[in-house]
């Protein structure tokens, strides 16, 4: 596609429910990046794909938080039990390359309110 | 900790101004730097890369960089109050970006 496609752009989930972001990159695009960014801050460092291998998820806050790429191109972040401290906006990029030196481009994100 | 710092402001300009905004970071072996801009509600948005020592210009802006110093900064010349958002520098850390927190830049016509 033209951009990176994220979705739903919006979703509320109930405390202790389970929920799934979609991601899928620009055509082509290597690297795949998850990012969560909370109100007033930057985006924070979740997880890492380079094609379907996830060679970096050191920024996973728990073990509710998984993430797959299957097939290289669309990729999934799962959140289990969410907890409210999870409300944030869900960004997903993507690059060319397989270092970020080109910089990402970002989806429009995922902003997840858990009540 | 790869850490990277910015004054989060706001930043008050009046319209035809230049925008001075900076950005220090921890590690001395960063080699790619990049200023992103975020308008409100909206995703992080590529505007200026940065690898070498010195200035590089685009349009009205000219971002700068001091590897000895470990200082990045952006400059927005003719400031616009289009130009109203959050920047946000972002250093290369192995292989992913680590973001500040962003700076509130405020236009005012």
């Known amino acids: 596609g033209a951009g990176v496609s994220q979705s739903p752009r919006y979703k509320v989930a109930k405390r202790g429910q389970d929920v799934a972001l979609r991601c899928d990159p620009i055509?082509?695009?290597?690297?795949l990046f998850w990012y969560q960014q909370a109100l007033g801050q930057g985006p924070e460092f979740l997880t890492y794909?380079?094609?379907?291998?996830?060679?970096?998820k050191s920024g996973l806050p728990s073990d509710r938080f998984f993430a797959e790429r299957p097939e290289g191109s669309v990729s999934t972040l799962k959140i289990q039990r969410t907890q409210q401290e999870d409300s944030a906006v869900y960004l997903c990029?993507?690059?060319?390359?397989?270092?970020?030196?080109?910089?990402?481009?970002f989806g429009s994100g995922t902003r997840l309110t858990v009540v | 900790q790869k850490e990277v710092e910015q004054n989060s402001g706001p930043l008050s300009v009046p319209e035809g101004a230049i925008a001075s905004l900076n950005c220090t970071y921890s590690?001395?072996?960063?080699?790619?730097f990049f200023w992103y801009r975020q308008y409100s509600g909206k995703s992080p948005e590529l505007i200026m890369s940065?690898?070498?020592?010195g200035d590089k210009e685009d349009g009205r802006f000219t971002a700068q960089l001091n590897k000895a110093s470990q200082y990045v900064s952006l400059l927005i010349r003719d400031s616009q109050p289009s130009d109203s958002a959050t920047y946000l520098c972002?250093?290369?850390?192995?292989?992913?970006?680590?973001f500040g927190a962003g700076t509130i830049l405020r236009v005012k016509s």
């Open positions: 794909f380079q094609n379907e291998a996830q060679l970096d």
């Open positions: 055509s082509g695009h290597v690297s």
């Open positions: 590690d001395r072996g960063s080699q790619s």
């Open positions: 990029a993507s690059s060319p390359g397989t270092a970020a030196f080109y910089g990402y481009t």
């Open positions: 940065i690898y070498s020592n």
């Open positions: 972002a250093v290369i850390y192995g292989n992913k970006l680590v």
